[in-house]
């Protein structure tokens, strides 16, 4: 196991850009796990990892737990919590951080009965973790989205999701029309909206369905709303304008699946 | 309209101070709003506005969206961007922050048909704001919260809220168990667990209605837990552990008031 002690360590500096910066994310296609228990999800989950940063203090606590990302592929460097925080998002790291390659979640659009979730144009990665988290703990089929979405390895949104990155299947679609008009000859698509629409509670979702959220400002795009073949609305008893984006993606779901 | 330029002003620091401070909100009983949607929805909901700041950029571009606060009975002071920024919790200040007194949105419980959320120590002020924007949405007759909750002062709150603060009937409680005790003698209370419980999908809410969610990591406490006539839960199909609180309390109200 080689240690880093250094802020100026190459790898350090590595992780601390990938947090950053999603254009180099995306260049490299890799992105960062924080916390030991996202990271064991992730090995468990088949994630291809290839750096493991541990500090000396979370190996002496978690030896045993840690025993999986110890004997997975992984390169494994020991440093410590100073060295460790100038590659972290958060200020106090929980002393594991991994490295990973970015994810194949590859949906299967096969089978009859299921329900995914289509988001256009996400642009709070706090939503777009909650949603996956969301979607992940109700039990979602799967989570399209369009590729102006925020990026989904970014920190804010692997915190979020508690790692139901590496538990719920996601795929990036380049033409959200064209996407929905395939689904709609295998299954229905509603378009979640504002006005002009069935209230959700009054839909059944029978076979295969998937629910179109879109950005938290503007909603979906008209052209994507039009692809759909139903427009839904959750009625809105009280004076406040909106649910949060996050909020409004649960009740769908939770309709959708329940 | 006196002007306020200098950082070291006595009330620049005095609302920098209140939020930063929970202690100095409740010795001064007082809060802050930042933004003119907000500002202008506490002066038309009949808060007490003490202070106005606004910059001289925000004055020329919503004069006339700002006349209701600067004919309300508040003292206006004319500022400037960087001055505001020092009296503020966002990095960039929308250009109007009001002082007000806190809040005495009494709930009212003697009408027939209404729902309530209870909340028990919820500590994530992102949390608290969503929950009370979902309610003012959703259209929830009023939320009662434990002592042991974050402030619902906090700037944090107040952003997530959007306004809702204004809207939504809200009040606390010493004791939860007395508080629900009493409740449940003309209506029913609703405990959010996770294990032995009903789906929430399959209970009606009929009548005076109440659901009590517990703090983020713990849930509700046995004592509070037991003291609601019936336990509930959001039967999860996926492999995650748990909801986010907000979106718990989001599906929870969304099917208590639908």
Redesign the interface.
Known sequence: MKEIISKDNKLIKYVSKLQSSAKFRREEQRFVSEGLRVCLEAVSSGAEITDVLITDEALSKHESALKPLLESNAKIYLTNKNTLSHACDTKTPQGVVCVLKTLDNNIDFDTINNKYVFLENIQDP?NLG?IL????????SGVIMTRDCCDIYSPKVCR?A???LF??PFTFVDNAQKFISDFNNHGTSYAAVVRDADAV?KVSFQGSALVAIGNEGNGLTDATASACTQRIT???????????A??AA??LM?EM??
């Open positions: 706090s909650t988290r969301t979607a992940d703990a109700l039990g979602v979020g508690m790692g139901a538990r719920v509670s959750i009625p809105m008893n009280g004076v406040a304008e909106s649910l949060n996050a909020i649960g009740i939770w699946i329940k």
